[in-house]
């Protein structure tokens, strides 16, 4: 197989053409809708780039605490509390908030299975949480949705088969987490929409390597006699001269710099300027595109042209304002709605994390010096400052 060949043919996760398959939900088909049918784990674990501004985001989020805040802003006790922060056996309170988070990113939609004792019809006690595998799961609808006022009435039920076991599920043992979209009940992932950037990434790095381990299409090779007329190579001599250039030549350690024929050799130079390829513009391009999709920033990540600190810093304030807190939310609220709190709503805290805890003790320091300076000009006053002298120290304690 030939440069050419290898370059196209690699690391093909996508169709050739542009071609992205959505699905979309339509009132009244009972069919179950399937989550994943692009492989979509497998484009995650392959492509790093989009790999590292998913996990990114997901220990973020990870960061947060689980609370219940009251309507007056008091933290209270809850049982809700000791299930988040010990989920299940096999993930801790962090694991399980990322796996969330990640399952949401790449399939589009997130599901959590509740194990729990149903007393009754409303009553129920959960006693574990658990992440399921979103390619593994199939939501079947009623064919019913704008007149219903339950889940149940919507959702028939949620089909799981992972290949060695099957299992259903009622909807009221399922939390189902979606991506926000145009669909209600499941959403595309938006590595659908994400396919070019994700491509070009891919089958740029395999054509860096095929240009670094086998020096890519540098030319081709004919036999010349001795009157200088060029005649066809037999197989059986390509195919050896083929694989000692592979094999013996080239810049690798162990191999030789220079290359010696016995046949009288002719080389038509064919070579691809690496530069001129535009493999690195074009791989910092699609990241942008893939940091944009998933609501980060450029300077949370390496950068061929570096970041300094502060825009670091800033650069995190704003993805934790931006996407992180408001995506926290939404979990929260999810989980929330199927697991109703005694009193008060559930969220995940951010206001320990040090970069949070900066604008903080700005604002702190700031109302500080505001009150020493209304101090100080109360006391002009209160000695007998002219109105002139007391306009001017208020002034001054506007402007600071």
Not at 136 to 155: A, L, N, R, W
Not at 250 to 259: S, T
């Amino acid at each position: 197989m030939n440069f050419i060949q290898r370059f196209f043919n690699s690391s093909r996760f996508f169709s050739q053409d542009y071609e992205p398959d959505f699905n979309s939900y339509e009132i009244g088909n009972k069919e179950p809708i399937k989550i994943d049918f692009d492989n979509l784990g497998e484009v995650y674990h392959k492509c790093a780039h989009l790999k590292t501004v998913i996990n990114n985001n997901a220990l973020l989020l990870s960061f947060g605490q689980w609370k219940v805040i009251g309507d007056d802003g008091e933290e209270l006790e809850d049982p809700i509390l000791d299930l988040l922060n010990n989920p299940n056996p096999v993930q801790s309170s962090s694991d399980f908030k990322q796996s969330i988070y990640i399952y949401k990113s790449v399939y589009g939609n997130a599901f959590v299975y509740k194990n729990a004792i149903y007393k009754g019809t409303k009553q129920e006690q959960t006693k574990q949480l658990w992440s399921m595998k979103p390619d593994h799961m199939e939501v079947v609808p009623t064919g019913k949705f704008y007149k219903q006022s339950k889940i149940e009435d919507i959702i028939k039920e949620y089909n799981f088969d992972n290949g060695i076991e099957t299992d259903t599920f009622k909807p009221k043992e399922i939390i189902r987490f979606k991506e926000t979209g145009i669909e209600l009940l499941v959403e595309p992932s938006k590595i659908k929409t994400l396919q070019p950037q994700i491509t070009n990434i891919l089958e740029s790095y395999q054509a860096r390597k095929v240009l670094i381990s086998e020096r890519g299409a540098i030319g081709y090779m004919s036999v010349e006699n001795n009157k200088g007329a060029l005649i066809p190579m037999n197989t059986k001599e390509k195919l050896a001269i083929e694989k000692k250039n592979q094999t013996n030549y080239g810049i690798k350690k162990g191999q030789n710099r220079i290359n010696w024929s016995t046949q009288p050799l002719k080389f038509t130079p064919t070579v691809f300027k690496t530069k001129d390829l535009m493999l690195f513009e074009e791989v910092e391009d699609d990241f942008n595109v893939i940091i944009d999709e998933y609501g980060s920033n450029r300077n949370l990540f390496s950068n061929l042209k570096g970041s300094t600190f502060e825009n670091v810093k800033e650069s995190m304030k704003m993805v934790m304002q931006n996407t992180i807190i408001p995506e926290s939310q939404s979990i929260a609220q999810v989980i929330n709605q199927s697991i109703p709190t005694l009193k008060g709503r559930l969220i995940l805290d951010y206001s320990k994390m040090p970069i949070m805890q900066e604008d903080r003790k700005s604002e702190a320091e700031s109302m500080k010096l505001t009150v020493e300076a209304y101090e100080i000009l109360m006391r002009t006053q209160t000695l007998g400052a002219t109105d002139s002298e007391f306009q001017e120290n208020m002034l001054s304690l506007l402007k600071s």
